[in-house]
């Protein structure tokens, strides 16, 4: 049987929310269920947004729940650290350094609106799929260094399949709903895809548990892991926690946020709200992290069942 890794990655942009909780609870449940390791990793790559003060938020919202990692935080306990991606700007270069030798990186200065301004948005989450007007007419191609532009992957007119332990059997053509994407933006700042496979990697996380508006990442990440040469982990895609008007829970929305609900629940109650969310149990109420452990165990969350369990 495969170690199990599993890993919890918030940005400190505000205070966590019942989403939040929700996803945290699952991955949780689904590693130590199978005896396996939980990483806390802080996903700080945007500057604008993170603050210090939101790690230390999330880290104490996490103890106060009970949902202890093993490895990760801000005190980087564990071998792979650090465990902080504000701080792993190195590794990354690695990583960018090795694809530009392929060949298939190239310098762009397209803007979001010069793209926006040729084509309408192809996905429901309002995806723009670049169609290529700064890629080289032949690839692969020297990457020639122009200040200010961002580097873009090129991507194959091929297809990636997977399955994924929630939604079942994926295929994404990667040209046509993905099209070759950023991996180190105009300002410096690198792209989610480059930092997450990179530090899934390094960090030996085999599963990776996350909010299905991030399904269609999934191909362009296996992607990147091919062409670095690691093995890609399993994904399991959850739905999205929404408000009572059908919105996607955001850190805006107060009522859910864990500001207020640490102020009129305890962490039982929350953890119940979450596992009633996730459908662990049929209506919300006060429950141990080793009650929710029993119901999940003998639950069949996971429609599909991959290579990790044999």
């Known amino acids: 049987m495969k170690n199990i890794v599993g890993r919890f990655a918030p940005s400190p942009s505000g205070r966590m929310h019942l989403g939040n909780i929700y996803t945290a609870l699952l991955s949780w449940l689904s590693v130590k269920s199978r005896g396996g390791k939980w990483i806390l990793r802080i996903e700080d790559l945007d500057p604008q947004r993170s603050k210090l003060e ?34 792993r700007h190195h590794f990354y270069e690695e990583a960018l350094e090795r694809l530009k030798a392929s060949g298939l990186c190239y310098p762009c200065t397209c803007t979001r609106a010069d793209i926006l301004a040729t084509q309408a948005p192809h996905e429901s989450d309002g995806r723009v799929v670049y169609k290529g007007t700064c890629r080289p007419a032949l690839l692969p191609s020297p990457f020639v260094e122009r200040p200010g532009a961002a580097v873009r992957l090129a991507v194959p007119d091929e297809e990636i399949s997977f399955a ?37 990697a390094f960090m030996g996380v085999t599963e990776v548990m996350r909010g299905d508006d991030l399904l269609l990442s999934a191909a362009q990440q296996i992607y990147l892991y091919r062409l670095l040469g690691y093995d890609p982990p399993e994904f399991a ?27 009129h629940h305890s962490p039982e109650e929350i953890l119940g709200m979450a596992a009633h969310r996730a459908s662990l149990i049929p209506s919300p109420r006060a429950m141990s992290l080793q ?14 069942n991959l290579s990790s369990e044999s």
Not at 241 to 262: F, H, P, Q, T, W
Request: aromatic share 10%; net charge negative; proline share 4%.
């Open 54 to 87: 939101h790690v230390r938020m999330i880290e104490d919202d996490l103890h106060w729940l009970g949902l202890e990692w093993d490895e990760g935080g801000l005190d980087g306990k564990g071998p792979n650290g650090p465990y902080v991606q504000s701080r």
């Open 291 to 304: 009650e929710l452990m029993a119901e999940f165990e003998n639950s069949a969350y996971f429609k599909y």
């Open 237 to 263: 895609h959850v739905p999205l926690v929404c408000n009572e008007a059908g919105i996607r829970l955001s850190k805006r929305d107060r009522s859910l946020s864990m500001e207020y609900l640490r102020a």
């Open 164 to 200: 994924d332990r929630i939604k079942g059997p994926q295929t994404v053509n990667l040209a046509r709903h993905c099209g070759d994407f950023i991996v180190r933006r105009g300002d410096g700042a690198w792209s989610y895809q480059l930092a997450v496979v990179v530090d899934d």
